[in-house]
C-alpha cells in the first residue's frame, strides 16, 4: 500500500492571528483594581516658634489613685475638700507682682512663689503689632500653600484678636496674662471612684468661678455666673454680656487637662 503524504498547515499568520486576538482581550477586558487605603505622607515642616518644655511651676496636678487617695502637686491631702484653696493659690499668688516685681523674682528660688505660675504684661499697642505681623506672616503662608503654617498663624493671630477684644472691653492699659502653659492636669486611676472623680472636677469649676466672679465685679459690676445665666436667657445679646464673659475668661482661661486613666 502506497504511503500517504500528510499536507503541511501553513502556520504563517498564526502570529499575526494571536497578536490580534491578544489586542482584542486587551480592550474588551476590564482588569480589576486592587483597592487600599490611601495615606498622605505629611511634609516635614520647622515650626517657626517650637514650643519650650512646660516648667513644673506652670502645672497643677492633681492625682487619685486605686485607693481614692489624693495628691496635690506631689503632696498628699486628706481632705478634697481643699483643692479650691490650692488652685485659688495657684492663680493668685504670684498676679498681684508687678512687671518689675516678676522680673526680679522669676529666677529667685527663695521667693514663696516660685514654683507658681507667674504673670506677663502686654499693653494694646504690643497687641496691635503682634496681630500685624501675624496677619502678614498668615497671608505669607496662604501665598505660599503652606497649610500647616497656615494654621499655625491663624491660631495665633486668633489668640492675639481676643487679647486686643479683652483689654478693651476691660478698660486697661496693660493685660494681665498668667503663663500661657499654666494648666490644671488631672490623673486618675481605672479604679477610682466616680464620685471622688466628680468632687475634684466640682472643686476646680468652684474655684475658677471665683476667681472669674471677682473679676467680673470689679471690671462690670456683675458676676460672672449672673452674666452667664443672663446670656444663656437672652441669645440676642441686648447687654453684651458675651463680650464681657470672653474678656474674663482671657484672664483666667479654663485650661485643665485629664490623663487617661490607667489600670
Known sequence: MAKRDIPEINAGSMADIAFLLLIFFLVTTTM?????????????????????????????????????RLMIRGEIIENPDDISDRVLEFYRINRSLSGEQTKSLIQNESYKGYEFPFYSRVTLDQIVKEIDKNEK?????????????????????????????????????????????????VVVQQETEYKLFAKIHSEIQEALIELRDEAAMKYFGESYAKMSKRLDQDKEDKKGDGKKIRAIDVLFPESIIEVKPKG
Open 137 to 185: 506672616d498668615l497671608e505669607r503662608a496662604e501665598a505660599d500653600e503652606e497649610e500647616d503654617f497656615v494654621v499655625f498663624y491663624l491660631d495665633l493671630l486668633t489668640k492675639w484678636q481676643k487679647k486686643e477684644q479683652a483689654i478693651k472691653m476691660l478698660k486697661e492699659k496693660e493685660l494681665v496674662e498668667i503663663h500661657p502653659q499654666a494648666h490644671i492636669r
Open 32 to 68: 480589576e483594581k486592587d483597592t487600599a487605603y490611601i495615606r498622605y505622607i505629611p511634609k516635614k515642616i520647622d515650626i517657626p516658634q517650637p514650643p519650650p518644655d512646660i516648667e513644673n511651676r506652670n502645672i497643677f496636678e492633681i492625682r487619685a489613685n486605686a485607693a481614692n
